[in-house]
């Protein structure tokens, strides 16, 4: 069953099953400035299960588009390195709005896991929170769980809130034990494990408390269901792959990277760690400025960034020295432009956005790694694990040479990256900047000509700015 098919089948078994089909909304989330983005189905609910917004239904189904790349869910850093994580994801979720409760939300997922997509029950694990013995009971009543699968967790994994304050509730998570093919460093491996052998497929959040200031929990009139499936990682498992990014979902993807660097996929596991971090970057973009995020220094904007840079450097250590990464996310609109229709309108913006920021940043990039290189090869010739904070530091500020990518080169190279010196060295010099602006000539010139000069840098900085999203590009 290829993804375009599951996603199908999963809102055809919710839609025959009382749920309205809603649309996924935006990346970018209308009045609620405390969320960077989307980051999972139920964002767009969030008044309806407070109970301040009425719809006129009260099951729904969805397949949400979610990115996890800052604010309390940052999977960036777990992207090329883990098998089941991505920044851009796809999450299929059912609600219920005071409607079923525990009971048909767990006979519902199981049915579609083991009788739609054709799971077997014996691979499947299950976790409720530790409290939570209705939750228990009912998993003991699925004939086919085979025993001695169901696992009580704690509040980490296992208790959701939506804030410190309103509804919350214990979840039970739908796991699958992908055996030891997938190896794990861990003794005690097992469903609370962090590994991908475990794979946590499905999230059901059970709503049945509000909570107040002083943390008291209040149960809930009309308890409601929010649930989450990586469409990726379901994708995978149904595929018989352990690893998301071998799924059809990537795998399109990855070749047109192949092709374009000439490479194969599965060769190298350097080139395939780079392919995949490749891979999900472009799917990011794509669907980042197809929600009208742009790149920029601050913000949204920065995240964006972010993303395209680590994918160029990726690039760069698979060869690719000239802009790829356009052609890359054009495969990505190509393939996926049936099941999201709202791809199409922006391409045109996508190919000047990506291809812009990656000719800018290939002249900061050859600079920075040239000298990283260097400085790598000093510190290895003298036995020094760690590169400094104030080198790393210097990369960025003379040369813009982003932290992530040379983390991600030291560790390349087994070495470490001082973050907390790199962070002592931002803070020196904001201190010092700060201090010359106070105590230095400026101050004697008087306010008018300081207060000129600070438009001045104003207007340049803008004027930049301006040139480059609306002069250049659009
Ligand atoms: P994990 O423990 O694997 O990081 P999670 O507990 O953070 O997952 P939830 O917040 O429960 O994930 O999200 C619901 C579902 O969304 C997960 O069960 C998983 O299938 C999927 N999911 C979560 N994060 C990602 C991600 N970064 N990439 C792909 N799928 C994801
Ligand atoms: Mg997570
Ligand atoms: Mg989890
Ligand atoms: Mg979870």
């Not at 979902?249 to 060769?267: K, N």
């Not at 970057?281 to 840079?309: K, Q």
């Not at 010099?429 to 438009?455: C, I, M, T, V, Y």
Request: net charge negative; aromatic share 10%; charged share 25%.
């Amino acid at each position: 069953m290829n993804g375009n098919e599951i996603r199908q089948r999963f809102i055809e078994y919710f839609t025959q099953r009382g749920h309205t089909l809603v649309e996924s909304s935006p990346l970018v989330p209308h009045e609620d400035p405390t969320l960077l983005f989307t980051n999972a189905g139920m964002v767009q609910f969030k008044k309806v299960f407070t109970g301040e917004e009425k719809r006129d239904y009260s099951r729904a189904v969805t397949c949400q588009r979610c990115v996890r790349a800052g604010g309390k869910h940052n999977d960036l850093d777990n992207v090329g390195y883990t098998a089941r994580h991505h920044t851009f994801f796809e999450m299929l979720g059912n609600f219920s709005f005071g409607d079923y409760f525990k009971e048909e939300a767990i006979r519902m997922a199981w049915d579609f896991l083991t009788k739609e997509i054709g799971l077997s029950p014996a691979k499947l694990w299950v976790s409720v929170y530790e409290d939570d013995d209705e939750a228990y009971a009912i998993w003991e009543k699925i004939e086919d769980l085979p025993p001695g699968r169901i696992v009580r967790l704690g509040e980490k994994d296992n208790f959701w809130a939506m804030g410190d304050t309103g509804p919350c509730g214990p979840c039970s998570e739908i796991h699958i034990d992908q055996g030891e093919a997938v190896a794990c460093p861990e003794e005690n491996c097992g469903v609370d494990c962090d590994c991908d052998r475990f794979l946590e497929i499905w999230n059901l959040v059970f709503m049945q408390y509000e909570r107040d200031e002083q943390g008291n929990l209040t149960p809930l009139p009309k308890p409601s269901i929010d649930t989450g499936m990586g469409l990726e990682r379901i994708a995978a498992v149904a595929q018989g792959k352990i690893n998301n990014y071998d799924s059809d979902l990537f795998q399109p993807i990855i070749q047109r990277t192949c092709q374009l660097a000439g490479i194969s996929y599965g060769a190298n596991l350097r080139a395939d760690t780079a392919l995949r971090v490749i891979a999900d970057h472009a799917r990011a973009t794509t669907f980042l400025v197809a929600d009208g995020v742009l790149p920029s220094n601050e913000g949204r904007g920065y995240v964006l960034r972010r993303i395209m840079r680590r994918a160029v450097r990726f690039g760069r250590s698979l060869g690719l020295t000239e802009p790829f990464l356009g052609e890359v996310c054009s495969a990505v609109a190509d393939g996926m432009g049936s099941a999201w229709g709202h791809l199409g309108e922006s391409r045109e913006l996508l190919g000047k956005v990506v291809r812009h920021e990656e000719e800018r940043f290939l002249e900061t990039l050859d600079h920075g790694l040239g000298m990283l290189a260097s400085e790598i090869e000093r510190l290895q010739g003298e036995g020094i694990k760690t590169i400094a904070g104030d080198f790393i530091f210097k990369l960025y500020d003379t040369y813009g040479f982003p932290v992530d990518i040379a983390k991600d080169v030291a560790q390349e190279e087994g070495l470490q990256a001082d973050e907390e010196g790199f962070g002592a060295a931002m803070a020196r010099q904001r201190e010092q900047s700060r201090r010359s602006w106070k105590g230095g000539g400026l101050g004697e010139l008087g306010p008018g000509f300081k207060e000129l000069l600070e438009r001045g840098v104003k207007s340049r900085f803008v004027g930049y700015e301006t040139r480059r999203h609306h002069g250049t590009l659009v």
